[in-house]
């Protein structure tokens, strides 16, 4: 029975001591990238007197057309290959 009230124990200390460590772990880490989500976001919206696309990257602040904002961050220009064309 004494045997059996230890494992118990040390049981649910190792399962206190997995919680807790999520927990510390998963608050570190919210607050070390806190700031990296409004950094990356970018709005949308239609005006509505002519119909073009909006877009904001600084949380509605400002507002560029779709080919300005083209123009400020490029795309990635992609190269695709085929498998005969890579073999050669």
Do not use: C
């Not at 904001?56 to 695709?80: C, F, I, L, R």
């Amino acid at each position: 029975m004494k045997m059996k009230r230890i494992t118990l124990t040390n049981m649910i200390l190792a399962v206190a001591l997995v919680i807790s460590l999520s927990v510390i772990f998963l608050t570190a880490f919210k607050a070390l990238h806190k700031d990296d989500e409004s950094s990356m976001s970018a709005k949308s919206k239609i005006e509505k007197t002519s119909g073009e696309n909006m877009i904001s990257d600084d949380n509605g602040k400002t507002w560029m057309s779709e080919a300005d904002y083209q123009k400020k961050y490029p795309g990635v220009d992609v190269d695709w290959w085929t498998y005969e064309e890579y073999k050669e």
